[in-house]
């Protein structure tokens, strides 16, 4: 089975701020990596498809790159709305979450 | 607009069954692939199953093969999950989510969710 880790698994920054959060796959997935945001009490919303896809209507912000087992999403200037848990997830073989970095807003 | 409409879930004792549905509209139903991802209270998701297009190929977490069967009806656009042998550990929030391609990939629309509650 393929396992995924991410770090940090909590960070805080302020508006505006770059934030950079990573995956790591613990054997190659290719490019077969998504990254989700997810409130609590809502449906998990898609970002990034692909390692560095972007979907559509998701603000430019919003960035990943990676590839192989080594993946980040960059947030380029954080704002409030962001406030949530992301996940990466790999699916290459089957499909497996990363445990989630939870960013909060200072 | 796509829409993704759960039921079915609730409280049930350990040992127990329950079979979800998901009512799908709003896309060519029978091209995607549809996958259940579930969230245990305080804990991250995790993916249960996956079925293609069709029907003939179905995919399970460790966690739940043998008491889980995914099942999907193209004419009446709803996948199903049937759970049996139900434990604590699969208390959980319960998400359908439509595959973003028609091969399978992974999934970019999710409905909102349904509670599962496995308890004595």
């Known amino acids: 089975d393929i396992q995924m880790t991410q770090s940090p698994s909590t960070l805080s920054a302020s508006v505006g701020d770059r934030v950079t959060i990573t995956c790591r796959a613990s054997?190659?997935?290719?490019?077969?990596l998504a990254w989700y945001q997810k409130k609590p009490g809502k449906a998990p919303k898609l970002l990034i498809y692909?390692?560095?896809n972007s979907q559509s209507g998701v603000p430019s912000r919003f960035s990943g790159s990676g590839s192989g087992t080594e993946f980040t999403l960059t947030i380029s200037s954080l704002q409030p709305d962001d406030s949530a848990t992301y996940y990466c997830?790999?699916?290459?073989?089957?499909?497996?979450f990363g445990p989630g970095t939870k960013v909060e807003i200072e | 607009e796509v829409q993704l409409l759960e039921s079915g879930g609730g409280l049930v004792q350990p040992g127990g069954s329950l079979r979800l549905s998901c009512a799908a509209s709003g896309f060519t139903f029978s091209s995607y692939a549809m996958t259940w991802v579930r969230q245990a209270p305080g804990k991250g998701l995790e993916w249960v199953s996956t079925i293609n297009n069709k029907g003939d190929y179905t995919y399970y977490a460790d966690s739940v093969k043998g008491r889980f069967t995914i099942s999907r009806d193209n004419s009446k656009s709803t996948v199903f999950v049937q759970m049996n042998s139900l434990r604590a550990e699969d208390t959980a929030v319960y998400y359908c989510?439509?595959?973003?391609?028609?091969?399978?990939?992974?999934?970019?629309?999710w409905g909102q969710g349904i509670l599962v509650t496995v308890s004595s």
């Open positions: 997830q790999q699916y290459n073989t089957y499909w497996t």
């Open positions: 054997q190659s997935v290719s490019s077969w």
């Open positions: 692909q390692a560095s």
């Open positions: 989510a439509k595959d973003r391609e028609t091969t399978v990939t992974t999934p970019d629309y």
